[in-house]
């Protein structure tokens, strides 16, 4: 029963990640009809919208739009590619850029819980690490129940803004990147790059499911 359970989690928790890497190593050959690459398209569609302010960078961080720095940051081959996936990754962060322009809410609210869960799931930490020393030191159970309240809370934490983010990731890839996709894109690679914005967004699954994983491992550990 209990590795069926097991199973099952690490399914969910594996199986959106290896398929939205699937589908971006799928459309991530090079293509000669395509004049520009990830980045050259980024930038000619800020210059275009008049995002004041953003700029391209390569980062090997992961690609991602940084609020702060308004940055649209590109990975190495999706900043120089001429593929499918370089182009449709970098439409999508540039949906970013255009949200923070329009001063969409749910973006600027996501940028202030991405912070406060930062904060909270290194305090998670420290609260799963000290939980036993204060319940030796003080052997007074509801301390020790308040404190891995605290630490699940701060996990939880985490998780709530994975999913809260998946709405923001959805409407940068639909409302956003899709209708300038195809206005450069030929019809028939359009269904492909449907396919990639929603593995774009859904990235952000296998992330709330890791922060849910990253929480039941330390309740796991207090069990012992």
Known sequence: MW????????????????????????????RDDYPGSGGELAEHLIERLGLEGVAVEVTTAGDHYDP???????????FEGHSLTAVTVAAHEVGHAIQHHQGYQPLLARTRLVRLSQGAEKLGAALM???????????????????????VLSFG?????????????????????LPLLEEY?????????????????????AASLASLLNLGRWLVILRR
């Open 3 to 30: 590795l069926l359970l097991v199973g099952g989690l690490l399914a969910l928790f594996l199986l959106p990640n290896a398929w939205a890497r699937w589908a971006l190593a799928r459309h991530g050959a090079p």
């Open 129 to 151: 690490m000290a939980a036993p020393l204060l319940f030796l030191l003080t052997r007074t159970p509801t301390g020790l129940a308040l404190v891995i309240l605290a630490a």
């Open 185 to 205: 894109l030929p019809p028939y690679d359009m269904p492909a790059a449907r396919h990639l914005l929603t593995a774009c967004a859904f990235t952000y699954v």
């Open 68 to 78: 702060a720095a308004r940055r649209v940051r590109l990975s190495p081959e999706h």
């Open 157 to 177: 934490t985490a998780a709530l803004v994975h999913l809260i983010t998946l709405p923001v990731e959805l409407d940068a890839s639909y409302r956003r990147a």
